[in-house]
């Protein structure tokens, strides 16, 4: 665990380096361009809680995404299970009319419903036809983008509106913000917690990741690896479907065109970065959220684009998980010295 | 005679703790054939792998012909002179003998064609100075083993090396070969070349070589000259004290049969029958054992016991209920296994010792679950851990550390100890020894004859027959998928087993046939 935290810190302050030495290429000035990058994304009650906010998306998606790849199933469906669910809640939202209370678990539940459908899509076609889920989750993307953008366009499309989207949903249906602080990222805990319990200290959990890492070993032991292979499918589906739904609660209150925007692959990165890891999925996603966050004021007071922020995103990743290796490496070849120098005094 | 390989204080680890080789110095001879003896895990093929470039070292120095070498891969071993012959043969099925013996060093005319008047010439001119029987144009999917062997090693002198490994060569072939290899490596050594020869079976090697290196845990223990020893001599080296050949068995009475499969054939998706009308039992407090050449039905009985395949037709019984439709979890309440692969079968590696000594249990021992079975207790598993840790010696760090920091025998003890504490009736062990030094195999054989006491039914599958023969009541020889003998052991013999393994009949009535 220290290992793990020390490897992901180094790894981010070396990749800021090498994001410092971008900039100075370029010809900006890197402290002045990280300061604003900070001061609007941690440094106030604003920033702070914009920054949380935009965090619970990624970490959503992420956590759907470290389940998954931790337990087995290679679900890279979490784009198109967000939209899904987004959709679901939206449409709830539309045509249900209920009080607050009733109304904001009704549309979470749907949302979970929607990403859970879809992804359920998946595991059946590897239950029945042996289809590869790594290809039908990345090809229900393609068909969840056009299949909401038709929705968005006809069905359930805002007739005042120049655009795609849809009308906004019941006030009831709104997550309630206190000043800046939207309630999305309260959800967001509540579910983590939960699903970390299921994950560490269910039998569950147990039972999906030591699939995960030898399923033969698990089969043998008397794991279902079938179902489990089905739960999780579903469970990592609802977790998108449900970033999906909150995207629209918190936000915009309705499905607009480029809802999803880029949440679920950031997702799936910061699993990867993570290593699967579900607390390191959670401080992972706030430090993304505060890169994406911070870039809209970085860019306001310095000349650096916001698009740098991809390419800082991308530097940490590689140096994360290069380093990851790296650390390892490092390790051993020390270890060997050690031992080979012990047999030769 | 002079020194053709001096290895000087070879080290080598294999993180995060094995050292695999241990300041070893050993000196190769030209025009000897040099045997290295050591058990499984001694460092020998280590030590060979270290010399041809395939291991990088992490200390000492090599001189070959005197000049300090240190080859990156095995091309640069070759191109010096030094070449090895491994195990599994690596040949092109499709090709033909000489295709495969030019492959890489084509001779090559006009626009890169290859010279096939040339090329075999000069592949039938180094059949014939070696006297190999080999006709080149066979293609290599049509010959034998033995064959294949041969041209493996023609490849090598085709390359011109001096120095040839043969690493276990004799365990691919069947027992009519062996004298054939060894006249051939005869004649490569008058020629000039120096074998070295790595070998665990000791009667091969005294037979064979001209002098002997013992290696044991990563360490050179002793060079001798052949004729000055003998296989007790050399089996003390090897283990470290007198080797006990002896059976510890204690007589008791069997009881009710426990486990029992009745004509269990099992056919495979190329048609071919695997397992051929299989009948077996296993009483209370007897220990039955499956001996047979690896691949002769064994990992398809497992598997159908285990419930992983599923049979053609037949029964599988353990205290008269039938499992042959059972799933694995309704199997396990049943049979323990302990599978011959630990870290494929037995273990998560990289998840804590804890977490797989939990798996099972959490499942069917409510100890380990609150909930009605949903919710884990740790600190119960910790507990039990502890006990496992206890009551089968094992020794580890924390319990928290992951799996694979355990060495080979202790990785053994959790497991034996995972399984033998889920207290069923029926214990199936697949080769349970493999891969361990001498002191665990050693333990375990206690284990399992302690649960011979207790009145378990144990059915041992192996690959040694000396274990069979040290801890079985009965040996059961398994060829072809076909149960060919059923034998008491004080009634039979390690010469009767071992011919019945090869040739699914007995000796005699070969000899009536012909």
């Not at chain 1, 401080?283 to 890169?291: D, E, I, K, Q, T």
């Not at chain 2, 360490?219 to 050399?234: S, Y």
Request: one cysteine or more; proline letters at 3%.
């Amino acid at each position: 665990m220290r290992k793990k935290f020390v490897s992901g810190v180094l790894g981010i302050v070396v990749a800021l380096g090498l994001g410092a030495v971008i900039m100075l290429i370029e010809g900006f000035n890197p402290i002045t361009t990280y300061s604003a990058l900070f001061s609007y994304s941690l440094g106030g009650f604003y920033p702070l809680t914009t920054t949380l906010r935009n965090s619970v998306p990624l970490i959503l998606t992420g956590l759907s995404a470290s389940i998954a790849f931790a337990s087995g199933p290679v679900n890279l469906g979490q784009p198109g299970q967000l939209l899904i669910g987004a959709l679901f809640a939206t449409v709830g939202g539309l045509y249900i009319h209920l009080p607050a209370p009733l109304m904001i678990p009704l549309l979470i539940i749907l949302a979970m419903i929607g990403g859970a459908l879809w992804s359920g899509i998946a595991a059946l076609m590897r239950r029945f036809f042996s289809m590869d889920e790594f290809i039908t989750t990345l090809m229900l993307n393609m068909i969840a983008d056009f299949f909401t953008y038709w929705a968005i366009s006809y069905p359930f499309f805002d007739k005042t509106a120049y655009s795609p989207m849809t009308p906004q949903i019941d006030k009831a249906g709104w997550l309630p913000e206190f000043g800046n602080f939207n309630t999305n990222i309260l959800v967001m805990v509540l579910v983590f917690v939960a699903v970390w319990f299921i994950f560490t200290r269910f039998t569950a959990g147990y039972e999906w990741r030591l699939t995960g890492q030898n399923s033969i070993f698990a089969r043998l032991g008397g794991c279902k690896i079938d179902k489990n292979y089905v739960t999780v499918m579903l469970l990592t589906g609802a977790l998108a479907g449900l970033a999906g739904g909150l995207v629209v609660m918190a936000g915009p209150h309705r499905f607009l065109k480029g809802l999803g925007a880029n949440y679920a692959w950031d997702g799936v990165m910061i699993a990867m970065v993570a290593n699967n890891d579900l607390i390191g999925t959670l401080l992972y996603g706030l430090f993304f959220s505060s890169l994406q966050t911070g870039a809209v004021g970085m860019e306001l007071i310095t000349a650096v684009p916001s698009e740098f922020i991809q390419v800082l995103q991308s530097v940490i990743v590689l140096v994360i998980v290069a380093g990851r290796g790296m650390l390892d490496i490092v390790l051993d070849k020390t270890q060997i010295k050690r031992k080979a120098r012990e047999r030769t005094a | 005679m002079e020194t053709i390989i001096e290895m000087k204080d070879m080290i080598k680890v294999f993180p995060p703790n094995v050292v695999a080789l241990d300041s070893v110095s050993t000196d190769f001879r030209k025009g000897e054939i040099h045997a290295i003896v050591g058990e499984n895990g001694a460092g020998k093929s280590t030590l060979m792998k270290v010399l041809y470039g395939l291991e990088p070292k992490n200390g000492g120095e090599i001189l070959f012909h005197g000049q300090s070498v240190n080859f990156k891969d095995a091309g640069e071993a070759i191109a010096a002179g030094i070449g090895m012959v491994h195990q599994e043969i690596l040949l092109i099925q499709e090709y033909t003998i000489w295709e495969n013996i030019i492959l890489g060093i084509e001779p090559v005319g006009f626009l890169g064609r290859i010279n096939r008047v040339q090329a075999r010439k000069n592949v039938q001119a180094k059949i014939d100075e070696f006297k190999f029987n080999l006709n080149l144009d066979d293609k290599i999917e049509d010959i034998s083993v033995a064959a294949r062997q041969k041209v493996e090693i023609l490849k090598l002198l085709y390359r011109n090396v001096e120095v040839l490994i043969l690493d276990e060569p004799t365990a691919v072939l069947t027992p009519q070969e062996i004298p054939q290899l060894f006249s051939e490596l005869q004649r490569l050594r008058d020629n000039g070349k120096t074998i070295l020869f790595i070998s665990h079976h000791l009667d091969e090697v005294l037979a064979l070589s001209d002098r002997i290196t013992v290696m044991r845990k990563g360490k050179k223990i002793a060079t001798v000259e052949a004729r000055d020893t003998n296989k007790e001599d050399l089996a003390k080296m090897m283990v470290g004290r007198d080797v006990l050949f002896l059976s510890k068995r204690e007589a008791k009475q069997p009881g009710a049969v426990v486990f029992a499969i009745k004509a269990l054939t099992y056919i495979d998706g190329n048609k071919r029958k695997r397992l051929d009308d299989v009948n077996l039992q296993v009483k209370a407090g007897e220990i039955v054992g499956i001996a047979g050449v690896e691949g002769n039905g064994q990992f398809e009985l497992v598997n159908s016991i285990m419930g992983l395949t599923r049979p053609t037709s037949g029964q599988i019984l353990v205290n008269g209920k039938e499992l042959i439709a059972a799933d694995i979890l309704e199997r396990r309440k049943f049979v323990s296994f302990v599978s011959q692969d630990r870290s494929k079968m037995g273990a998560a590696v990289k998840a804590s010792i804890t977490e797989n000594v939990m798996m099972t249990h959490h499942r069917l021992n409510k100890q380990f679950t609150h909930w009605n079975g949903a919710l884990l207790d740790y600190r119960y598993s910790r507990q039990f851990t502890r006990k496992i840790e206890e009551q089968f010696g094992v020794s580890m760090g924390s319990m928290d550390n992951p799996f694979k920091s355990l060495s080979g025998g202790n990785q053994q003890k959790v497991i034996l100890g995972r399984e033998l504490l889920l207290d069923t009736p029926f214990l199936l062990l697949d080769q349970p020894t493999r891969g361990l030094d001498v002191g665990s195999i050693e333990y375990v054989h206690e284990i399992i004859l302690k649960m011979r006491m207790q009145d378990r039914a144990i059915l041992l599958i192996s690959a040694d027959l000396e274990e069979l023969f040290r801890i079985s009541d009965h040996i059961v020889v398994l060829n072809r998928g076909k149960i060919v003998a059923d034998l008491a052991t004080e009634k039979t013999n390690l010469e009767q087993v071992g011919y019945l393994m090869l040739e699914g009949k007995d000796k005699e009535d070969a000899k009536e046939i012909r």
